[in-house]
C-alpha cells in the first residue's frame, strides 16, 4: 500500500460528491440494502456511519425528478458503495451485475451496456442526459467517451426510454451524473476526493481525483484520471494487445441564485488501447490493431425557477462534442472515424392542473459522422433529428397513472446516397396500485420507434471489428417495439423484493443477417428486418438478516433471464445475454464492511445462424474495507476488491470476440481513497 499513496500525492485522484439537488439521497441507504431501484446507500464524503434504514432516492432520469419508490418504468441506481464496489474500466462492465444488465465485452478498451438482450444503436448511453457523441454504437470495438471513475451515480432505465431521449433509447438508457457543473454551493467551500489502486491482473493502476469549490453564488469544479493497464491475465495466459492507457479530465463552474442556476465545463477524453482480437503476428510482420480515441466537449447547463405562470421549472442543456477514433494497424492509420456533434434539450416542469402534474420538452440533434481510410465501411453521415415530447402523472386514491408521448422527425443524408426521413412516434401509459404500505404492482405499457442507424442503412465494406464485409440497407423501415411488464415490489422491514416480468415484441426488427456468400475472405452480412419476440423477467431479494453490536448482516439474492427469437420464419436473435443467479452476502459496522459474492452465468445454446454456444461459469467476487482517521473534515479508506476469485475461463455470449477473447482473470484491487 505504500506503494500506492506516494502515486495518489502525484496524480490525484476522484472526490464522488452526490449533488442534493440533482440527485437527492433523502436519507443514506446502508451498502448492503437491497433497494428498490437496486440502489445501495450514498457514502458521505466525511461520515461513514450506516444506517439500516429504507431510503428514498430521486431519479434524474424522469422527466420530471421523482422518488425512484414513485417511478412506474423499472430503473435501477449506483451510487455511494455500490458504485464503488462495481466501477471498472468500461462502463458496460461497471454496470452489468444489475439484474437485467449485461455488457458486449471487447476487452479492457471497450464494452458498452446491453439491456434486457439489446444493446448497440437501440440503448442510449448519457452524460447527465446528452448523448455522449461517440460512435460507439456502431460497433462492440468502439470505446465509450465516459469514465465510470468519475461518477458520482449512474441511473439504467430498462425498457423504451424513448419518450425522454428519442429513438436511440428504444431498448433502455444509461444515464451517467459526474456533476462537472456544479448545482450547488459546498457548505464547507471545498470538498473533494482522492483515489488511486492498483490491478493485479493486468499489473495496472487507476489515479483520480476531484475538487468541488465555491463561494457567494459561484461554483467551480475540477476532476481528473489517468489509467495504466498492460496486457490482462487469463488462466496459464496472458492476453496479447488487451492493454489500456486513458487520460480524462474537466473543468467547470456555475453562478447560483435564488433564480436558480447556469454553468459550463470543458472536458478532455483520450484513450488508447489494444484490438485485443487483431494481436498481430510480429513472425509474419503482421501488426496489432491499435484504437485511439480523443474527444473535446463543451456543456452549458441551467435552471430557471418558476419562470412563467404555470411553470414550476425550467431546465436547459446544451453539448457541443468534437470526436476523433482512429484505427492503427502497428503505426500506420487505417480507418478515421469523426463525429461532430451538437445537441440542444430544453424542459418545462409544470405545476399541477386539474390533478395532473408534468413535463413537456423539445430535444434537437446535429450529427456529421464520417469513417475514412480503407476499411471505412459506411459513408459519410449528415443526421439531423429533433423531437417534442409530454409526460404527464395522477393520483387516483391508492392509484397513479403516467402517460406521455413523442415524436421525432430525423433526416440521414449520406453523401453517396439518396437522403431518408423518418417519423418515429413513441406513446408510454403505466399504473402503479399501492396495496398497502409494504406492496405495490406496477403496469407498464409501451410502443417506441427507433430510426435506422446509419451503419445500418449505409454500410457497404469490410468490417474487421465484426469479421465481416457488411452491406446496408438504404429502404429499412422504422423499428417498432411494442413492449408490457408486470411487477410486484415488497419493502418489509426484514425483507425487500422485487420481480418483473415482460414481453418485447419487435415488428421490423432491424439485425446483421449471415447471407451464406464471402468476399476478400470475409463472410457477407447484410442488414435486413423481421419480427422479432423478446421475454424475460427479473427477480431480487434482500434479507436483513441481523443487526446487533456485532454490525449489519444482509443477503441478497437475484436473478434474471431473457429469450429472443424471430416470429417471422423462426430462429434465435444473436449474442442474447445467458440468464443468470447470483446472491451476495454483506457484513458492515461503523468502519468495516466487506462482502462475498457469487454469480452463476449459465450455458447459451439458443444461438443463431453461425453463432458458437457458450459454456457456463461461475464468478466469485468479495470485498472488504476500512474507514479510519475520520474526522469532521476528512474521512480515508483502505479497500480490497476481488474478481473472478475462482481464476475461472468466462466468455460472454453478447461479445462478438468471447470465442478468442475470454473476459480477464483473477483480479485484486487494492487501493485508498481519501474525502475531505
Not at 459546498?186 to 491482473?201: A, I, N
Not at 503482421?286 to 412563467?308: E, F, H, I, K, S
Not at 444473436?574 to 452476502?585: M, N
Amino acid at each position: 500500500m505504500s506503494l500506492l499513496l506516494p502515486r495518489a500525492s502525484l496524480s490525484l485522484a476522484l472526490l464522488l460528491n452526490l449533488l442534493p439537488n440533482q440527485l437527492h439521497a433523502e436519507e443514506p441507504a446502508p451498502p448492503d440494502s437491497g433497494q428498490d431501484t437496486e440502489q445501495s446507500g450514498s457514502l458521505p464524503a466525511v461520515d461513514r456511519k450506516q444506517t439500516t434504514a429504507l431510503s428514498t432516492v430521486t431519479v434524474k432520469g424522469a422527466s420530471s425528478t421523482r422518488s425512484s419508490d414513485a417511478l412506474t418504468a423499472p430503473a435501477s441506481v449506483l451510487d455511494g458503495v455500490a458504485l464503488d464496489e462495481a466501477r471498472a474500466g468500461t462502463l458496460g462492465q461497471t454496470v452489468a451485475n444489475v439484474p437485467g444488465v449485461q455488457a458486449s465485452a471487447f476487452g479492457q478498451g471497450a464494452g458498452r451496456p446491453v439491456i434486457r438482450g439489446i444493446d448497440g444503436p437501440r440503448v442510449a448511453v448519457l452524460a447527465d442526459g446528452m448523448g455522449t457523441g461517440d460512435v460507439s454504437s456502431v460497433s462492440q470495438d468502439h470505446g465509450v467517451s465516459i469514465e465510470p471513475f468519475l461518477a458520482d451515480r449512474i441511473e439504467i432505465l430498462k425498457g423504451p426510454a424513448t419518450l425522454l431521449y428519442g429513438s436511440g433509447a428504444i431498448g433502455g438508457a444509461v444515464n451517467v451524473s459526474d456533476g462537472r457543473i456544479p448545482e450547488q454551493i459546498p457548505d464547507s467551500g471545498l470538498d473533494g476526493r482522492v483515489q488511486t489502486g492498483y490491478d493485479s491482473v493486468s499489473s495496472g493502476n487507476t489515479q483520480a481525483f476531484r475538487l468541488d469549490a465555491g463561494s457567494g453564488q459561484l461554483a467551480f469544479h475540477a476532476d481528473g484520471l489517468a489509467r495504466n493497464d498492460h496486457d490482462y491475465a487469463i488462466r496459464g495466459a496472458m492476453l496479447a494487445n488487451s492493454h489500456v492507457q486513458t487520460r480524462t479530465g474537466a473543468l467547470g463552474t456555475s453562478w447560483i441564485d435564488t433564480w436558480g442556476y447556469a454553468g459550463i465545463s470543458v472536458s478532455r477524453y483520450l484513450d488508447n488501447y489494444g484490438n485485443p482480437a487483431e494481436p498481430g503476428d510480429p513472425a509474419n510482420a503482421d501488426p496489432a490493431v491499435q484504437l485511439r480515441m480523443q474527444q473535446t466537449r463543451v456543456d452549458a447547463r441551467g435552471a430557471l425557477d418558476a419562470p412563467l405562470p404555470g411553470i414550476d421549472r425550467l431546465e436547459w442543456n446544451l453539448a457541443r462534442i468534437d470526436y476523433r477514433h482512429t484505427e492503427f494497424e502497428g503505426t500506420v492509420a487505417g480507418t478515421v472515424f469523426s463525429n461532430r456533434s451538437s445537441e440542444a434539450r430544453l424542459v418545462a416542469n409544470t405545476r399541477p392542473w386539474a390533478d395532473w402534474r408534468g413535463a413537456f420538452g423539445l430535444q434537437v440533434q446535429h450529427r456529421d459522422f464520417a469513417a475514412l481510410g480503407e476499411e471505412a465501411f459506411v459513408s459519410p453521415t449528415v443526421t439531423d433529428a429533433s423531437g417534442l415530447f409530454a409526460t404527464a402523472r395522477r393520483d387516483i386514491g391508492e392509484l397513479t397513472a403516467d402517460v406521455g408521448a413523442r415524436i421525432d422527425r430525423v433526416t440521414s443524408d449520406p453523401s453517396e446516397q439518396a437522403r431518408r426521413r423518418f417519423q418515429p412516434t413513441s406513446l408510454s401509459a403505466a399504473l402503479t396500485w399501492r396495496i398497502d404500505l409494504a406492496w405495490h404492482l406496477t403496469l407498464n405499457l409501451d410502443r417506441a420507434q427507433r430510426a435506422p442507424g446509419e451503419e445500418e442503412l449505409f454500410a457497404h465494406g469490410p468490417h474487421q471489428a465484426s469479421m465481416s464485409w457488411e452491406i446496408g440497407d438504404s429502404a429499412l423501415r422504422v423499428e417498432t417495439a411494442n413492449q408490457a411488464e408486470i411487477g410486484l415490489h415488497f419493502h418489509g422491514a426484514l425483507l425487500d423484493a422485487k420481480a418483473s416480468l415482460y414481453t418485447n415484441r419487435y415488428a421490423d426488427f432491424i439485425h446483421l443477417a449471415d447471407t451464406g456468400d464471402f468476399n476478400d475472405g470475409l463472410p457477407v452480412r447484410r442488414w435486413t428486418q423481421r419480427d422479432a419476440s423478446f421475454r424475460g423477467g427479473e427477480v431480487e431479494a434482500t434479507w436483513h438478516l441481523a443487526s446487533n453490536q456485532s454490525g449489519h448482516y444482509d443477503l441478497r439474492l437475484w436473478g434474471d433471464r431473457v429469450r429472443a427469437t424471430f416470429t417471422e420464419g423462426g430462429g434465435n436473435v444473436p449474442r442474447i445475454p445467458s440468464a443468470r443467479v447470483g446472491s451476495e452476502l454483506r457484513w458492515h459496522d461503523d468502519d468495516w464492511r466487506a462482502s462475498l459474492g457469487v454469480t452463476r452465468y449459465f450455458s447459451h445454446d439458443d444461438t443463431a445462424f453461425d453463432e458458437t454456444p457458450t459454456a457456463g461459469f461461475t464468478m466469485l467476487s468479495a470485498h472488504l474495507a476500512w474507514a479510519f482517521f475520520n474526522t469532521d473534515r476528512q474521512s480515508w479508506e483502505l479497500f480490497a476488491d476481488g474478481n473472478n476469485l475462482g481464476n475461472r475461463i468466462a466468455r460472454l455470449s453478447t461479445s462478438l470476440i468471447k470465442d478468442s477473447v475470454p473476459l480477464p482473470g483473477r483480479n485484486l484491487n487494492i487501493g485508498v481513497r481519501a474525502m475531505f
